[in-house]
Structures are given as structure tokens and as C-alpha cells.
Nanobody, 124 residues
């Protein structure tokens, strides 16, 4: 089992930055690809970004590429999502997820563990 706890969400003005963190506990963190997904009101949960087990490979959805950066610190069992140039359409609950493999997940069914989510609200 892996437990995931997100933090860092909040209210930010459009154009501003925000950094999300996900702390993992339980089984060996280093063995999992990690990802961030988000769900806006009235919409389905969607992929945002992911990273493989050693941080060498990252994947982004087109809507955030160039603005968001995913990273991980295996020594501290954490994964981060640095979000810059935020837009109102980035408003959502952001979820951290651990993949069932070492590869960066892009689909929800590839993720074995989920956090509870953290709210990000971008005001225009």
C-alpha cells in the first residue's frame, strides 16, 4: 500500500505561481511512476503531468506544457508540481497518483494509488 497526501493548494491570482506537493508513505516510493490529475467542476478527471521512477522522463498535457513542471525527490518520498502562469481554466481539484509501474502514467487506470486531492482556485 502507498498513502499519498497532497498539499499546497489554495487561491491564487491569474498569472501567479503555485507549487503542489505530494508526500508518499508505505511501500517503496522509488519503484513507482507518479502523476498529477485534476478535476474541474462539472468535468471529468483529466491527466496533467507525470514522471517516471527516477525523474528522467516527464509527460505533460498540452494545456500545461511550458507552464507546469513535475519533479520528484526520491530521498524525501515527495513529488511536486510547480505551476506558473496560472489561468482561470486551471481551477480544479488536483490529485496525486502513483502508477502500478515505473513508467509515467497518462491514464487513470494506470494508477494504483490516489491522494485525496487539493483545491486550486485561480481568480481572474
Amino acid at each position: 500500500q502507498v498513502q499519498l497526501v497532497e498539499s499546497g493548494g489554495g487561491l491564487v491570482q491569474a498569472g501567479g505561481p503555485l507549487r503542489l506537493s505530494c508526500a508518499a508513505s508505505g511501500r517503496t516510493f522509488i519503484g513507482y511512476g507518479m502523476g498529477w490529475f485534476r478535476q474541474a467542476p462539472g468535468k471529468e478527471r483529466e491527466f496533467v503531468a507525470s514522471i517516471n521512477w527516477n525523474g528522467a522522463t516527464t509527460v505533460y498535457t498540452d494545456a500545461v506544457r511550458g507552464r507546469f513542471t513535475i519533479s520528484r525527490d526520491n530521498a524525501k518520498n515527495t513529488v511536486h508540481l510547480q505551476m506558473n502562469s496560472l489561468k482561470s481554466e486551471d481551477t480544479a481539484v488536483y490529485y496525486c497518483a502513483a502508477a502500478a509501474t515505473r513508467f509515467p502514467p497518462r491514464r487513470q487506470y494506470e494508477c494504483a494509488y490516489w491522494g485525496q486531492g487539493t483545491q486550486v482556485t485561480v481568480s481572474s
